[in-house]
């Protein structure tokens, strides 16, 4: 092959490259956009990102407050990390919460392939103690560190520590989904 055919050949390449690039900056950029449109909360842990999508509607009313959050600590196989949760109460009464339950819904690895997979199975959460309510004012937002809770109430994530090579997880980001049930206080 030619010398000017190999250019042509490594331009193609390099263009090639540049667009994929791009077409991942636009893609992270435009699910940055939706959470913030969507008023979620996206967090950064270091192994790890977690970004929560959380909503829950009260039991005794047309309405709903949001619940968002990041690990407290990073996460790695065999390490779970608390999640210090944060809960929005819109409304003008305060509002008991019970019920909160955590679940890994979306893992995105950028450093997994068919020889290091990297899935939702490889994490888990441990929910909240089953005892665990929480009180939040009217028209505010607590986090469950700001009401004093024991870590040891509070929902974590962890991955698996499998037998495994588990390099296809390192750099992950986790979507986690919370839900609660909330009851005003009247």
Not at 54 to 63: I, K, N
Not at 124 to 144: E, F, G, K
Not at 168 to 177: D, E, I, P
Request: with cysteine; proline share 6%; charged share 20%.
């Amino acid at each position: 092959m030619s010398t000017v055919a190999n250019k042509r050949v490594t331009r193609k390449h390099d263009a090639r490259r540049r667009h994929v690039r791009e077409l991942v900056w636009a893609t992270v950029l435009a699910i940055i956009l939706l959470l913030l449109l969507v008023d979620c909360n996206p967090t950064v842990g270091t192994t790890g990102a977690s970004t929560g999508i959380g909503g829950a509607a009260l039991a005794d009313s047309a309405g709903s407050f949001t619940i968002g959050g990041s690990a407290a600590e990073p996460i790695s196989p065999g390490v779970m990390a608390p999640l210090d949760l944060r809960l929005t109460n819109p409304h003008d009464s305060p509002m008991s919460v019970t019920d909160l339950r955590v679940t890994v819904r979306e893992v995105s690895a950028p450093n997994a392939d068919d020889a290091h997979p990297c899935a939702i199975g490889d994490f888990a959460v441990d929910q909240a103690s089953n005892d665990l309510s929480i009180t939040v004012p009217a028209r505010a937002t607590s986090t469950l560190s700001s009401l004093d809770l024991s870590r040891a109430k509070w929902p974590q994530v962890g991955m698996l520590n499998r037998p495994a090579n588990q390099d296809g997880c390192k750099g992950a980001s986790l979507t986690l989904a919370y839900t609660a049930t909330g009851t005003l206080d009247r």
